[in-house]
């Protein structure tokens, strides 16, 4: 049961990651309610990542070799992908939002 809560919780934590900065793009804001977003962001995707960390350690726990040995590459490619998108949006962000509050 603790594997489905990991699971379930990076996920959430992963689409967080990606919806703040979305939410971002379309908001002009004088004050930097955008930086907390995006903190919150980067937040997330640690958070995410902390979760698939604790997976791989749950599955090692219980000596669980055939499913770590499957899902390994699967994990390590998301969490890259999770990591690399989350870092794009929120440099967009801050390109957008300085360019703004230069003018």
Known sequence: MDSVWLSFGS???????????????GRYE?????????????????????????????LVKIEDWSSLMDTMGAF????IVLFAVTAILNIINLIIHSERIAN
């Open 11 to 25: 996920l959430v934590f992963g689409l967080a990651a990606w919806i703040f900065p979305v939410v971002n793009f």
């Open 30 to 58: 004088k004050h930097n309610h955008w930086i907390t977003r995006s903190i919150i962001s980067l937040s997330a995707c640690a958070m995410s990542l902390a979760f698939v960390i604790l997976y791989i350690h749950h």
């Open 76 to 79: 390590a490619f998301v969490s």
